[in-house]
């Protein structure tokens, strides 16, 4: 599977991420940023950041050959861990679920002597088709956010890390240039707030948490 050719801020970040510290990890999945709007705005606004580590997993594993050992070391050497990607039936894209089932190991991540990631942060930086107000109850999609996000609210509390509220960008297909510019400068500043310590309690529901 070939999707690189678009992905211009994020080429070589496999090899600028070994060894990397920082304060922020961000990890971004996305199957074909060459075609993404949104998500390829997103990591723009974040890449080069001082103290931000911005790691493409689609880009660093096609194959779904995920390097465990150094997801791990990635992990352990950023307090702040940020999931960038689309809403993809209601979840993540599949390399997402592939890393949690094969990176989140018993013993490491959770289970007896699983520290490892305890007292760290996470936050999801969402995308979505569907319009705010159809995630609400009564809406078509009939759940929020928070509650389609529970599994992975619950699996991060298992390994004794704390759910920030996610970063949201709704309607994504009829959002303009502008809307994309906006949501991407409010981006930044979410990712900018959480290495420099100053994010405010609920503070970065897009349009629309
Ligand atoms: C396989 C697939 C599943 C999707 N599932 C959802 C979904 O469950 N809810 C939703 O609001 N949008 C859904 N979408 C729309 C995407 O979230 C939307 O295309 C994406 O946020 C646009 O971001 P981009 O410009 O970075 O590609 C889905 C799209 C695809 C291709």
New binding site residues.
Partial sequence: MSHGAGIRRTSGLRAASRGATGKVLVLVA?PAMN??????ALADAIVGMDGVTVHDLYEAYPDFDIDVQHEKELLLAHPIIVWQH?????STPAILKEWQDLVLEFGWAYGPGGTALHGKTFLQAI????PDSAYVEGGYNRYTMRQLLAPIDQTMHLCGVRSLPPFLLHG??RLGEAEIDAGAGRYRSVIEALRDGTMAAEPHAANGA
């Fill in positions: 996305h075609r993404s709007r949104v998500n390829r689309p809403f993809y039936w209601y995308t979505t088709g569907g994504s297909h």
